[in-house]
Each structure stands twice: as C-alpha cells, then as structure tokens.
C-alpha cells in the first residue's frame, strides 16, 4: 500500500479512546476514517446501521468468517465483533488513515496479517481509577461492569507484552494523551494530506 499505514488503536473501556479519537476526527476532519465494525449485537439508543456499526445476524456473520472477509473477528459478551476487510479498503480508497478500534483478540488476529499498522494502546493511569470512570457512566448492570473490568485487567497485563504496541499512551492528562497522540501519526498525517492534495 502506497498510502498512510492504517492505525490500531486498542485499550480497555473507560481509558478514553473515544475521547481521543472524537479530538482527532474534530482536528483532522478528512486525513482520518473509521472502519465500521460488524456486530451482532442490537444497536443501542442512537446508533446507525452502517454508521457506527454494520448490525448483523450471527449467521451473517459468521458466513462472512467463514468466506475470510475479515482481517479480525472476537466474541465480547455473548456477542461477535468483526472488522471486514471491505470496510478498511473503504477507507484508504479515500487515501485516509483507516482507524481500527478493536480489542485484544483482534491485535493479536492482526499480528498475523499483512496489513502493517501502527500500533497503539491507550491505558488509564491506574485500574482504580479505570474502575471509577465506568461505575460513573452508569451504563451497565453490575454483572455486565463486573465483566468489562475483568477484561481491563487483561487488557492493561497486555499492553505491557514487549513488542504488541509501537505506543503505550497513558491517558491521564487528555490534553498531554492528545499531544502524545498527534506526535505519533504526524508522520501519516501528514502523508495522507499530501495525496490528498
């Protein structure tokens, strides 16, 4: 691929992703686009089909697995997560920088394809504070919480495997997370705004 690498961003929920990203999006309107996820679970209260998901059945899904449409697929909580290889070539037929937000699972799936990103994991300064953030969204039943928060211990042991990561952004300052952010793809944002021109 002649154009900018694409970018894995991964992290346990409550560390500030979205945050993040929403600030890139804002700073770096056409440089960057998402690859929409498929999922199989339903669409929460304003969600769009196609926008923040592509909401399919679990046969759907699993028929696109099995055809190796997709670079990475996980179960999260009874439901299949997916990133097609379709929506990622979407987005750099636009000579954008392909965001992927994915979990665990799916960096290591990643690993093993050819698609050379940039890696990055974004951790919360500590699990305590992990732990407040998510009890203050009040989002979730306690077993669901309880179930996110075992997965963000996971998720914070495996951001410390040597060589998983190029970028381990600790987000405890956002205006300084951001920074460190921007620093680290200025190099492909700035070469995405060159072919765009």
Same mark, same amino acid.
């Given at each position: =691929?002649?154009?900018?690498?694409?970018?894995?961003? &991964?992290?346990?929920?409550?560390?500030?992703?979205? /945050?993040?990203?929403?600030?890139?999006?804002? +700073?770096?309107?056409?440089?960057?686009?998402?690859?929409?996820?498929?999922?199989?679970?339903?669409?929460?209260? !304003?969600?769009?089909?196609?926008?923040?998901?592509?909401?399919? /059945?679990?046969? +759907?899904?699993? #028929?696109?697995?099995?055809?190796?449409?997709? $670079?990475?697929?996980?179960?999260?909580? !009874?439901?299949?997560?997916? /990133?097609?290889?379709?929506?990622?070539?979407?987005?750099?037929?636009?000579?954008?920088?392909?965001?992927?937000?994915?979990?665990?699972?799916?960096? #290591?799936?990643?690993? %093993?394809?050819?698609?050379?990103?940039?890696?990055?994991? $974004?951790?919360?300064?500590?699990?305590?504070?992990?732990?407040?953030?998510?009890?203050?969204?009040?989002?979730?039943?306690?077993?669901?919480?309880?179930?996110?928060? =075992?997965?963000? %211990?996971?998720?914070? +042991?495996?951001? %410390?495997?040597?060589?998983?990561?190029?970028?381990? $952004?600790?987000?405890?300052?956002?205006?300084?997370?951001? &920074?460190?952010?921007?620093?680290?793809? $200025?190099?492909?944002?700035?070469?995405?705004?060159?072919?765009?021109?």
């Amino acid at each position: =691929m002649a154009g900018p690498r694409p970018v894995v961003i &991964s992290g346990p929920s409550g560390a500030g992703k979205s /945050t993040l990203l929403k600030l890139l999006l804002k +700073e770096y309107e056409h440089v960057f686009g998402f690859s929409v996820s498929h999922t199989t679970r339903n669409p929460r209260q !304003g969600e769009e089909n196609g926008k923040d998901y592509h909401f399919v /059945t679990r046969d +759907e899904m699993l #028929r696109g697995i099995e055809a190796g449409e997709f $670079i990475e697929n996980a179960e999260f909580s !009874g439901n299949r997560y997916g /990133t097609s290889k379709a929506a990622v070539q979407a987005v750099q037929a636009k000579n954008q920088i392909c965001i992927l937000d994915i979990d665990m699972q799916g960096v #290591r799936n990643i690993k %093993k394809t050819d698609l050379c990103p940039i890696y990055l994991s $974004i951790q919360p300064p500590s699990f305590e504070i992990l732990e407040e953030r998510l009890r203050k969204r009040k989002t979730e039943s306690q077993e669901s919480l309880e179930k996110r928060l =075992m997965a963000a %211990k996971l998720d914070m +042991e495996f951001s %410390k495997e040597p060589g998983m990561f190029d970028e381990v $952004i600790i987000n405890d300052d956002l205006e300084d997370a951001y &920074s460190r952010l921007k620093s680290v793809l $200025i190099e492909e944002i700035q070469k995405a705004k060159d072919l765009q021109n």
